[in-house]
């Protein structure tokens, strides 16, 4: 136990340069290669006219590297807990192979995802919103800076997941990483207003079950639509917002899709 606290500053260090690593890879290379770099040629692919100011994108930044600083300082306490013996798991599952270290990333995808589900609309209440997820929403028309753009609170209920899921899954720590890297991926492009995903003949997205940009930027601007990596909780529970689907092929129609009575409807 003496050496429990050893190297503890550098560790924080480390991982705020990891986090920031991410966050950069992403959420600026997101933003440089669509909204400069792509713009003339994805243009027809823009969910909205108008742009988030540059204020907004400066305070989404600000507030995402405290998230970061709250993100680096909990996995302080988890490297803490495993020095202490209370991460047994992770080693576990290491030993287990292949075929379980990626059955344990997609096992972790799927947990997260009804995890998020059932924080994030139950930030929603009425009663916790303005405590718990009001700075996200500032951003009413998103950009990929408003990925980690977090109250307090809302940042560790984020990073409480990755807490909790190694004390019952043995799930190594490597593939902890490659969550980190899915999450913050999806999470930039759900956030950067522009719609991606291909539709099919009758303007419906090729993947279905996966949500799009425009399933989360009518989160931001209509509500409904909780969901984060898939669409399935949100229509079992009947939270999806009724014109998703008129709202997507709109934008499909923009990307040269054929033209149906369901896209007729959003115009």
């Known amino acids: 136990m003496s050496h429990l606290f050893d190297n503890i500053g550098p560790i924080w260090v480390s991982n705020v340069a990891v986090d920031l690593r991410r966050y950069a890879i992403f959420a600026v290379g997101v933003w440089v290669v669509l909204w400069v770099a792509l713009a003339a040629?994805?243009?027809?692919?823009?969910?909205?006219?108008?742009r988030p100011g540059w204020r907004q994108m400066a305070l989404e930044f600000l507030f995402s590297l405290r998230t970061i600083a709250i993100f680096a300082t909990v996995s302080v306490g988890i490297t803490l807990a495993d020095r202490a013996?209370?991460?047994?798991?992770?080693?576990?599952?290491?030993?287990?192979?292949?075929?379980?270290?990626?059955?344990?990333?997609?096992?972790m995808i799927l947990a997260h995802d009804a995890y998020y589900y059932w924080v994030h609309r139950a930030m929603h209440h009425p009663r916790v919103f303005r405590t718990l997820h009001l700075r996200?929403?500032?951003?009413?028309?998103?950009s990929p800076f408003t990925a980690y753009s977090f109250d307090v609170w809302e940042a560790l209920l984020m990073v409480?997941?990755?807490?909790?899921?190694?004390?019952?899954?043995?799930?190594?720590?490597?593939?902890?990483?490659?969550?980190?890297?899915?999450q913050i991926f999806r999470n930039t492009l759900l956030h950067s207003g522009y719609e991606l995903m291909p539709a099919r003949r009758d303007g419906r997205p090729w993947l279905d079950?996966?949500?799009?940009?425009?399933?989360?930027?009518?989160?931001?601007?209509?509500?409904?639509?909780?969901?984060?990596?898939?669409?399935?909780?949100?229509?079992?529970?009947?939270?999806?917002?009724?014109?998703?689907?008129a709202v997507y092929s709109a934008a499909a129609l923009k990307l040269g899709a054929p033209r149906t009575a369901t896209t007729v409807a959003a115009e």
Do not use: C
């Not at 287990?96 to 990626?102: M, N, R």
């Not at 996200?136 to 998103?142: A, D, E, Q």
């Not at 807490?163 to 720590?173: A, G, Q, R």
């Not at 009518?218 to 014109?243: C, I, Q, S, V």
């Open 41 to 50: 040629v994805l243009r027809g692919r823009k969910l909205r006219e108008d």
């Open 85 to 107: 013996g209370l991460y047994p798991l992770p080693t576990l599952g290491a030993a287990w192979g292949a075929g379980w270290f990626w059955a344990s990333l997609v096992l």
């Open 136 to 142: 996200h929403h500032r951003s009413h028309n998103p």
């Open 160 to 182: 409480s997941f990755v807490v909790l899921w190694p004390l019952v899954t043995p799930t190594p720590w490597l593939v902890i990483d490659l969550f980190m890297l899915h």
């Open 209 to 245: 079950w996966l949500t799009t940009t425009t399933h989360h930027d009518m989160h931001h601007g209509r509500g409904g639509n909780y969901g984060l990596y898939f669409t399935w909780w949100d229509r079992w529970m009947k939270t999806e917002h009724p014109h998703y689907q």
